[in-house]
């Protein structure tokens, strides 16, 4: 159940055609709260609101906080070639700091006018802008390479992925940076199934891959030119 902040009350699960539904087009399911005129999305094919619904004037704060904040972590992941997700989450946990607050309660979703003015603040903030969110990009392993044939995922964040069953040896690419690839061992066969039939597969990597050890390669191509300057 998805709460209205302004009045408390239970918000209504509404899709396009629904009466009360707050955009011309389809956006997707979006809670809503129709006597406050607030609202919030979902996550892709989920249920699952973006955050806290949003009336117009919190909605144009979050708008001017995501303008300020989305443009760091962006330059950082075109800079280091590090994922969207890796580079995002940087993002917060540097705002997190900044902030003062708990990393599992910085989300400019769910955030209030005074939090998203002080996210713009910080932002903006020459002597606090410079400030590094640090990933370090993992390094290429020494081991020989093995190659697992990969499949085309439809994710934002995973770009394809391989098994081979006999090493239990998971592979997998990003949609974003330079095309490396990790290898993931000792992934049983029932985790790969229950990662290929994943609704959101970015979100099945981030919680049940990501935390796991890997061995990191060279994308194909970078392999292929090394081979042909040797």
């Known amino acids: 159940m998805t709460i209205c902040r302004y009045c408390q009350n239970p918000a209504a699960l509404l899709r396009h055609g629904d009466a009360g539904y707050p955009y011309g087009r389809d956006y997707g399911p979006t809670w809503t709260c129709t006597p406050c005129r607030a609202w919030v999305g979902c996550h892709p094919r989920t249920e699952k609101p973006l955050g806290g619904l949003a009336n117009a004037e919190l909605r144009l704060a979050k708008q001017a906080a995501h303008a300020a904040f989305d443009p760091l972590w962006q330059r950082k992941m075109a800079r280091e070639g590090v994922t969207q997700g890796a580079a995002r989450r940087a993002g917060y946990r540097w705002l997190a700091d900044q902030?003062?607050?708990?990393?599992?309660?910085?989300?400019?979703?769910?955030?209030?006018?005074?939090?998203?003015?002080r996210v713009?603040?910080?932002?903006?903030?020459?002597?606090?802008?410079?400030?590094?969110?640090?990933?370090?990009?993992?390094?290429?392993?020494?081991?020989?390479?093995?190659?697992?044939?990969?499949?085309?995922?439809?994710?934002?964040?995973?770009?394809?992925?391989?098994?081979?069953?006999?090493?239990?040896?998971?592979?997998?690419?990003?949609?974003?940076?330079?095309?490396?690839?990790?290898?993931y061992p000792n992934v049983s066969p029932e985790v790969h199934a229950e990662f290929m039939a994943a609704e959101s597969k970015g979100s099945f990597f981030g919680q049940h891959i990501k935390p796991l050890p890997f061995d990191k390669f060279p994308s194909l191509a970078e392999q292929e030119k090394a081979k042909a300057e040797a």
């Open 120 to 183: 713009i603040e910080v932002c903006k903030n020459p002597s606090t802008r410079s400030e590094p969110m640090n990933i370090t990009p993992a390094a290429f392993t020494d081991k020989a390479y093995t190659h697992i044939p990969m499949t085309a995922v439809e994710s934002n964040q995973v770009g394809a992925v391989g098994y081979d069953p006999a090493t239990q040896t998971l592979a997998v690419t990003f949609a974003r940076g330079a095309g490396a690839i990790y290898h």
């Open 99 to 117: 902030l003062g607050l708990p990393f599992n309660k910085t989300h400019i979703g769910y955030f209030d006018i005074a939090q998203c003015q």
